[in-house]
């Protein structure tokens, strides 16, 4: 198993900033991904993060919007550039075995409000 | 592309009632499927899972069973508690080398009344 710890667990920020999200696993895991939580709405995959190299990007989102840092297997970080209203959502970062079955560790989300 | 639909909710009960929390997918070749629930104030958990037709998954009292006939895997609990009230989501992975993600469900609240 893992414990991921994901910080700030809240923010509320001004239109047009930026907020990095940062997340610690307490274990070595292969597998760490980032996604977004809107309102009401399902879990949606924002990217892969790659430990040493650029993120894998689903559709819909881009590295300029959502720049991710992997510096090595345990931590990993998300930034929400530029921000509007329609980035306010929770933030939930995941880790799981190499082999990528499916089986994953969340942190708590980190849920941003912006104004 | 794969897809999961939930049953919608939120969905409220009394302690010791029946629960089922129907789920249905879409998806080519023979996914995995998942439920994960997340308590209060808690990320994601994964509750249960299975890996291929009629098999069946169960922890804490919950199952559900990998149904290919009828692209189904519904959550089923005999007897709710309390401390069971949190969301549920379905989800899948698909089975073929490029899917990276699971697919999730909207999610159910399941609130269970004493």
């Known amino acids: 198993s893992a414990v991921i710890s994901q910080k700030p667990s809240r923010d509320i920020c001004q239109r047009g900033t930026s907020l990095t999200i940062q997340c610690q696993v307490d274990?070595?895991?292969?597998?760490m991904f980032w996604y977004r939580q809107q309102p009401g709405q399902s879990l949606t995959l924002i990217a892969t993060?790659?430990?040493?190299?650029?993120?894998?990007?689903e559709s819909g989102f881009v590295i300029d919007k959502f720049p991710i840092s992997r510096p090595n297997l345990t931590f990993s970080t998300l930034t929400v550039s530029n921000m509007s209203p329609e980035d306010s959502s929770i933030y939930l970062c995941?880790?799981?075995?190499?082999?990528?079955?499916?089986?994953?560790?969340f942190g708590e989300g980190s849920r941003l409000t912006v104004l | 592309g794969d897809s999961v639909t939930q049953m919608e909710g939120p969905v409220t009960l009394s302690e010791e009632a029946f629960l089922t929390i129907n789920c249905t997918y879409t998806?080519?070749?023979?996914?995995?499927l998942f439920w994960y629930v997340q308590y209060p104030g808690e990320g994601l958990q994964l509750l249960l899972k299975?890996?291929?037709?009629?098999d069946k998954g169960s922890n804490k009292g919950f199952e559900a069973t990998y149904r290919k006939e009828t692209t189904s895997f519904h959550l089923e609990k005999g007897s709710v508690q309390v401390s069971d009230s949190a969301v549920y989501f379905c989800?899948?992975?698909?089975?073929?080398?490029?899917?990276?993600?699971?697919?999730f469900g909207s999610g159910t609240q399941l609130t269970v009344l004493p």
């Open positions: 995941s880790a799981g075995p190499p082999l990528n079955t499916g089986e994953l560790f």
């Open positions: 274990s070595q895991v292969t597998m």
């Open positions: 993060a790659n430990q040493g190299s650029e993120a894998t990007y």
């Open positions: 998806a080519t070749g023979y996914p995995s």
């Open positions: 299975a890996t291929k037709a009629d």
């Open positions: 989800a899948l992975k698909g089975s073929s080398g490029s899917a990276r993600q699971l697919t």
